[in-house]
């Protein structure tokens, strides 16, 4: 009898020591496994989603000037939102189409040409550039007709080059405009390693831009000539190494049309026409 006593006694013992075990080793570990294994956890839901969604709508109904303001209000509003990349693609469009044409908006205003007005003179009477004026008014030739009805709007722009974006992007009186996706860049201002692995900090540049190129056959012409809307364009910036050029045709032989010397920043072609008709020399620039 006493040997059944101490053989209850020893697996009592022994099963309250394994149940202690299972509790305090194997069970938090077995919990620990379950948990990795779960998937993660859904994002919280995006609250500034419904905003966006209804921008889209009133740009859809083809209401662009209020589609104008919903968008540039949920930019300025929303940086962080997980909408802002296709909030600032849309806007973007929605801005080039507006301000290069005819198309009424609330900030446009009208000149009458008058006898001896030719249109470097009246582009600089309005504080905008012959090329934008041509652009925002359609006009085929820098010929004016006495009577004839130029539209134009406020135009202060200023140029942002970022690598932390890898976007162009343009904005008008400190607002933003549009943004140009960035192809390739020189290589004094790619990313770069240090030893260790280590990425180098760029500085903070200012500069401006210093003159705009335009190529057709390999020769430069200007906007009066004919063609020129069908041109190359070079957007040559102060800051070393920055200047805007579209990029070269695969196996194209290399022509003094194909790249700057002094290297650059790739675009897409109809950014460089875009940005040749938005900005002017003296526009300020900054690689961030």
């Known amino acids: 009898m006493k040997a059944l006593f101490l053989i209850v006694l020893a697996l009592s013992i022994l099963g309250t020591g394994a149940y202690f075990s299972y509790e305090i080793l194997i069970q938090p570990q077995r919990a620990l496994q379950e948990e990795k294994a779960q998937p ?3 994002p919280p839901p995006d609250p500034t989603v419904e905003d966006f969604e209804k921008a889209k709508e009133v740009t859809k109904a083809g209401k662009l ?3 104008r303001e919903a968008l540039a209000t949920f930019v300025e509003h929303y940086p962080e939102s997980s909408k802002i990349g296709e909030a600032k693609d849309l806007l973007g469009n929605i801005n080039t189409t507006l301000f290069l044409s005819t198309r009424p908006t609330p900030e446009k205003q009208e000149y009458i040409v008058k006898s001896g007005d030719v249109i470097s003179r009246v582009a600089k ?3 905008v550039s012959p090329e934008l004026l041509m652009r925002m008014n359609n006009l085929k030739t820098d010929k004016l007709q006495i009577g004839q009805k130029l539209t134009y709007a406020p135009a202060d722009f200023s140029l ?3 690598r932390q974006t890898n976007r162009v992007t343009v904005r008008n009186q400190g607002r933003f405009f549009k943004h140009y996706p960035i192809l390739s860049w020189s290589s004094e201002h790619s990313k770069t390693h240090a030893p260790g692995g ?9 500069g401006k831009v210093r003159d705009k190129v335009a190529w057709l056959d390999d020769e430069r012409v200007i906007f009066t000539e004919p063609g020129y809307w069908g041109s190359k364009f070079w957007i040559e910036i102060s800051i070393k190494g920055c200047t805007l050029y579209s990029q070269p045709e695969k196996n194209a032989p290399e022509t003094p049309s194909s790249k700057p010397t002094t290297g650059g920043i790739t675009l897409a072609r109809p950014a460089l026409t875009e940005l040749a008709a ?3 020399a003296g526009d300020p620039v900054t690689l961030e």
Do not use: R
């Open 65 to 67: 000037v209020d589609s």
């Open 160 to 162: 942002i080059i970022s």
């Open 125 to 127: 009477h309005l504080a």
């Open 40 to 42: 993660p956890p859904l």
């Open 278 to 280: 938005l900005l002017s």
């Open 198 to 206: 280590k990425i180098v900090p760029h500085v903070k540049q200012a």
